[in-house]
């Protein structure tokens, strides 16, 4: 009964259901159920459909962020911790 | 004698000394935004140039020096996290403290622009790196060590679970927050500005 519950209540995805399962998809694969739910959802929204494009934009930009190592924080390191470890390295 | 005088000469620093001044400031930045903490930040610098130094013949002039330090502080801080979050509780992140995008009837309650450009070329742009930096280090510390696995070293959900002892739905979820935080908060501040246009 709750099966045929959540499987009805699929077919009626809302946008915050519908962004839970393009997050999730990247991780896990999706129910039958939740895939037929999420496409139906988005064939007819186009602001999730904007939600799952930037998901992909997302996960592109970090691992191309993380491949050329180039982003930090924009501080350095506090001269005490330098005096510090140079004393260790010595 | 003439040798020790040598080795306890102040003008030529060990190699690991001129890491820390070439580099030491990057390896800080790169640990800050990860770690969070600033003292657990500097120590995974001292520890990574301790490692390279015990190292060093496994460097190869074929990756610049910095790529190379980066590439040991990664596994340090990949470490780091596999250790602080032993016997620690893992309460799913408190959905209260992020703001709700949806309205009561599970509907988009905010405007959803579509991101444009291209990641390669946005990332060589300083402001935009900046921003992005800015967006990750908002996230809550505990979501964000758990994305940051996931995203950027690709650590796959079941290790996640494993190594840092969640269930697997709380790392769904957690991930999930991660994603839709920081897709918000880069739609706020590049995306849908005249920034990102």
Known sequence: MIRLWRHLRLWNATCRDATRLVSHSIDRKLSRSERGGLSIHLAICPKCRRFRASMAFLNKLLHLAEHSRMLGAPCGLPDAAKSRIRKRLG | ??????????????????????????????????????????????????????????????????????????????????????????????????????????????????????????????????????????????????????????VETEVLCQELGVSAANVWTMLHRARSRLRQCLTLNWFGTSAGR
């Open chain 2, 1 to 154: 004698m003439h040798a020790s005088a040598t080795l306890s000469d102040p003008v030529s620093p060990s190699p690991a000394e001129q890491w820390l001044d070439d580099h030491g400031d990057a390896l800080y930045g790169y640990a800050l935004l990860r770690v969070r903490r600033s003292e657990v930040a500097e120590d995974l610098v001292q520890e990574t140039l301790l490692a390279a130094l015990a190292g060093k013949d496994g460097f190869s002039a074929r990756s610049a020096q910095r790529t190379w330090l980066i590439g040991i502080l990664r596994h340090k801080i990949v470490d780091h996290f596999r250790k602080s979050s032993r016997g620690r509780s893992h309460a799913a992140y408190d959905e209260a403290n992020s703001p709700d995008l949806f309205d009561d009837r599970g509907a988009w309650k905010v405007a959803v622009p579509a991101w444009r450009g291209d990641p390669h070329s946005l990332l060589e742009r300083a402001e935009f790196r900046d921003v992005l930096a800015d967006c990750l280090t908002k996230l809550p510390g505990r979501v964000a060590e758990m994305f940051w696995l996931r995203e950027a070293e690709g």
